[in-house]
């Protein structure tokens, strides 16, 4: 099983400055993948189950070393309205880092609106 402890410290912080978890959220996560080819599959895969505004770009380089001669990786960004239960976050991280394996990339988690 995953490790749960970075989606209830975001849950805690929603919380913390006053959301209301029972009001969907705007709510954006971030996929990673080290070919163009598994971030544009995984995108299509969440456009079909309902994500929104899916965007696909090459994630910026962290140093001109990696921007000229390192490995690219590719970002997937998408974009749901999702009720912000303990029970929903946990099944949709479960469901995000299966999608990002599968196309040989990494899930690097999620952020939402505060909604009250």
């Not at 209830?8 to 912080?13: G, K």
């Not at 959301?19 to 996929?31: G, Q, V």
């Amino acid at each position: 099983m995953a490790s749960r402890d970075g989606d209830r410290q975001v849950l805690a912080a929603m919380a913390s400055h006053g959301a209301d978890l029972s009001k969907p959220a705007h709510t954006i996560h971030y996929l990673y993948f080290q070919s163009l080819d598994g971030a544009q599959a995984a995108a299509q895969e969440l456009t079909t189950a309902g994500f929104e505004n899916l965007r696909v770009h090459r994630a910026p380089s962290t140093s001109i070393w990696q921007k000229l001669f390192g490995p690219k990786e590719f970002s997937c960004i998408a974009e749901t309205r999702a009720i912000p239960q303990e029970s929903a976050v946990f099944a949709t991280t479960d469901r995000m880092n299966t999608i990002a394996t599968k196309y040989g990339g990494t899930y690097d988690g999620w952020e939402a609106s505060i909604e009250t």
